[in-house]
């Protein structure tokens, strides 16, 4: 359907077959829209958040999805897809596709992906997309980060550190923090500032995002789907990244 109605569209199924004789079982599924892949190339900024989330309904499984971020830095759904677990495996599996549909660019122009390094995600992408940068989730560093280190001032001067716009406001940053506590102040350098410090972070992607709100946002527009029968859900899914793009 996706094919005969998008043509240009990328739609990719795989399926198993669990005994000998037996009928394949639907296991994933990979669509990237002609659209998508159009207005990705032509008018977004080399930036992907990646994310996955589990679906409610009776079957399980889970959804990844890659988002952009367009000229005016409004988010602009890329790919999506339905797969049976969040593993190394399947975000290998899943951008892999991603590749092939829309990094003909990439050797020229290599994506910076956001992520708040879901499950297997972080091998997947230094195993298929290795000339990428990667920056990591700030508020979801920021949550790991709260969980060991209590005291209260400790929040502002994160995010003070994190937005900086260059090397010395950072320092200031990451100095009021060692006074506040030594150890969160090691706990923070055991990560590349280039992973999480807007201002050690690769410029040409030419996008001050730090967060990974773009998939977190359309996670949140498909939240009623989730709970649908997988195959029924995906009509859903379909329609939404149309309305998401129309409006």
Known sequence: MVLRTNPGSM?????????????????????????????FLTGCRPVVGLDGCHLKGPYGGVLLAAISVEAN???????????????????????????????????????????????????????????????????????????????????????????????QEFQIAMSKIRTESGEAYEWLNLMEARTWAFHAMDKNAKCEHITSNSVESFNAWIDEERYVIDLVSLSFYHCTVIKIMVS
């Open 11 to 39: 739609a990719i199924v795989r399926s198993e077959v669990t005994r000998l004789g037996g009928l394949p079982h639907f296991q994933r599924i990979f669509i990237c829209l002609e659209a998508c892949k159009r207005g």
């Open 73 to 167: 830095m409004g988010y602009f759904p890329l790919a999506y897809a339905i797969a049976e677990i969040e593993n190394q495996d399947t975000w290998c599996w899943f951008l892999e596709h991603l590749k092939e549909a829309v990094g003909r660019d990439l050797e020229m122009k290599p994506w910076c992906i956001i992520s708040d390094r879901q499950k297997g995600l972080v091998s997947a992408i230094q195993e298929i997309l290795p000339i990428c940068t990667h920056r990591c989730c700030c508020h979801h560093i920021l949550q790991n980060f709260q969980k060991r280190f209590k005291q209260t001032g400790l929040r502002d001067f994160f995010w003070e550190a994190s937005k900086a716009p260059n090397a």
